[in-house]
Structure formats: C-alpha cells, structure tokens
C-alpha cells in the first residue's frame, strides 16, 4: 500500500510550495495528529491561516 503524498503551500509567500510530504510528516512539522491535517485536509482549511495542503495526484 502506497501512502498518499501532499504538497504544501505557504500562502504568505504567494503561494511558494515548500515541498511534498505525507500525512505524518506534516503533522510532525506542525506538532499535531494526523487526524488534524486529514481534517484540514477534508475541509480545505489552511493551517495557522498560512499554510495550504493540496493532494498530489499519481498517474499510476
């Protein structure tokens, strides 16, 4: 099972993507659980106002 990939925004930066990561790799960087960014996630909400999260889509 592949785990799905993300990219992350910072929106104070215009839009600069910071990089692509998986779901525990962004709750580490902002300290939080998984079940937190999923929710950001599901409901397309920034993170501390600043941060966007988008699903990368594979072509597999």
Avoid at 4 to 19: F, S
Avoid at 47 to 59: D, N, T
Wanted: charged share 30%; proline share 0%; glycine share 4%.
């Amino acid at each position: 099972m592949s785990k799905h990939e993300y990219a992350l925004y910072d929106k104070q930066d215009n839009e600069l993507i910071i990089g692509i990561f998986t779901v525990d790799e962004i709750s580490k960087m902002f300290n939080t659980s998984n079940a937190v960014i999923y929710c950001n996630i599901s409901r397309q909400k920034d993170i501390k106002g600043r941060y966007v999260i988008r699903k990368v889509e594979s072509e597999e």
